[in-house]
C-alpha cells in the first residue's frame, strides 16, 4: 500500500532563517507530487506540483521553491523565511496521467510552520 | 471567477443532518470531491463523483450534483461528534493540467 510521509511535524523558526521541509511517498512510482499551504482560517492554496524528477511548476510567486530530487521525495525550501510563511504546508501525492490512482489526491499529516 | 465557493461555518445538532454545499465554476471538471480535515492532520478523501452523475451514496455520506448549476452537496445523515472537522470541497478540472482545485473548508460544529 501507499504511504506519505512529512517532516518534520512542526517546526518554529525566526524570521530570516531557511527552510527546508520533506516529503516522501512510498508503493508508487512516478507519482505526481504537490505542495499546499493552508494558511490560518483559509482554504489550501496550491504552491507547486511536480510531474516527474527535476519537474517543478509554480503555481503562485512566492519565497519558497521546490524541488524533486528522486522521484518519491519532494522538497519545499526557503533561503530566508517571512513571517507570512507561517501555516500549514501539506504534501500530497496523485497517480500519473492514465493510471486508476490519477484522480484522487492523496494527503500526508502536515508540518506546521511558525515563523516568529 | 475561479474559485470553489463554500459557506465557512455550519453548525448541526448531534442526530441531525449535516447538509454542506459548494458551488464550483468549470463545466469542464470531470471528478468533484469531498475532503475531510481532522485538526492538526491532512486530508482525507471522504468520497468523490464523476461529473456525468447526479448522485452518490456511501453509508451516511450522500453527493448530490447539479451540473446546470455547478452546485455539489454533501449530507451526513445520523451526525455524530466524530463528524466534527473542516469539509473541502474540490474540483479537478481538466483545462488546467487536471489539478484539483480546492475550496476554503467548512467548518462543521456539533451541538450536543
Known amino acids: 500500500s501507499q504511504t506519505i510521509h512529512q517532516w518534520p511535524a512542526t517546526l518554529v523558526q525566526p524570521v530570516g532563517s531557511p527552510l527546508s521541509l520533506e516529503c516522501t511517498v512510498e508503493g508508487t512510482s512516478n507519482p505526481n507530487l504537490y505542495w499546499y499551504r493552508q494558511a490560518a482560517g483559509r482554504g489550501l492554496q496550491l504552491l507547486f506540483y511536480?510531474?516527474?524528477?527535476?519537474?517543478i511548476s509554480s503555481e503562485v510567486p512566492q519565497n519558497l521553491s521546490a524541488s524533486r530530487p528522486q522521484d518519491r521525495q519532494f522538497i519545499l525550501s526557503s533561503k530566508k523565511l517571512l513571517l507570512s510563511d507561517s501555516g500549514f504546508y501539506l504534501c500530497a501525492w496523485s497517480g500519473a496521467s492514465g493510471t486508476s490512482a490519477h484522480n484522487e489526491q492523496f494527503f500526508g499529516p502536515g508540518t506546521r510552520l511558525t515563523v516568529l | 471567477g475561479e474559485d470553489v465557493e463554500q459557506s465557512l461555518f455550519l453548525s448541526v445538532r448531534e442526530g441531525d443532518s449535516s447538509v454542506i454545499n459548494c458551488t464550483y465554476t468549470?463545466?469542464?471538471?470531470?471528478?468533484l470531491y469531498w475532503y475531510k480535515q481532522e485538526p492538526g492532520a491532512g486530508l482525507q478523501l471522504l468520497t468523490y463523483?464523476?461529473?456525468?452523475?447526479d448522485m452518490k451514496q456511501d453509508q451516511r455520506l450522500t453527493v448530490l450534483l447539479n451540473k446546470k448549476d455547478k452546485h455539489l452537496s454533501l449530507r451526513i445523515a445520523d451526525t455524530q461528534t466524530g463528524d466534527s472537522a473542516i469539509y473541502f470541497c474540490?474540483?479537478?478540472?481538466?483545462?488546467?493540467?487536471?489539478?484539483?482545485?480546492f475550496g476554503k473548508g467548512t467548518r462543521l460544529h456539533i451541538l450536543p
Open positions: 474540490a474540483e479537478m478540472r481538466m483545462n488546467r493540467d487536471d489539478k484539483i482545485i
Open positions: 468549470d463545466s469542464s471538471s470531470t471528478y
Open positions: 511536480s510531474v516527474g524528477i527535476g519537474q
Open positions: 463523483i464523476f461529473s456525468n452523475m
